[in-house]
C-alpha cells in the first residue's frame, strides 16, 4: 500500500467526494512551490494525474498550457486506493480528458511547462544541512541543543524550521514536550 502524507491523503479525500473526483482546489494551507512539490510527487506515483480542463464549465485549472486551455488534477484508481476506495467501473475523468502523461517533460523538451519545480535539498555540510540531520535524529532536537551545535540564538533555529525547513524544502515538522528535555523538535516522513 502506498504511504501518504497527510496533505497527501486529504487531496485525495477531497477528490474523492467531488464530482468526477477533481483534486481542485487545494488545501487552502497549500499554497506556491509546497503545493507544486507535493502535486509533483502525486502526479509521479500515479495517484493524480493530469486532464483537459472544460473552462467553460467552469472547471478549475491547475496549470494553463497555452491558448485559453488549461488542465485540472483528477484522483486516479490507484489514489482512491491509496485512501481505501474502491475503484468505479465509469471513468471518474471529467469529458474531455486525454491520457496526459503524469511525469514532467524531458529537461531538453522546448517551450513545455514542468509538472512540478526540482526539490530543494540542502548543501551538505551547511548549518541548515546540520540541522535536518539533528532533526531526522530518532530522539529529535531541543532549541537549546540546536542553539548551542549550531552557534546559533533561539529566534534563528525557530525561524529556520518555520521558514526554510517548512515552507521552503516543504518537510514536516513536529514537536512535542517529553519529560527531562523540554519541547523536543523532529522531522517526520
Known sequence: MTKLSDTQALILSAAAQRPEHIALPLPESL???AAAKVV???LA???LEEVDADMRKGELVW???G???GVTLVATDAGLAAIGIEPEDADPA???A???PTEAPPQDAPNEPEAAPKARTPREG???AQLIAMLRAESGATIEEIVAALDWQAHTARGSMSGALKKKLGLTIISEKVDGRGRVYAIRD
Open 67 to 69: 491558448d485559453s486551455h
Open 94 to 96: 471529467p469529458a474531455g
Open 40 to 42: 509533483g510527487a502525486m
Open 45 to 47: 506515483k500515479g495517484l
Open 98 to 100: 486525454t491520457d496526459a
Open 126 to 128: 551547511t548549518k541548515q
Open 31 to 33: 499554497r506556491g512551490g
Open 63 to 65: 496549470r494553463e498550457t
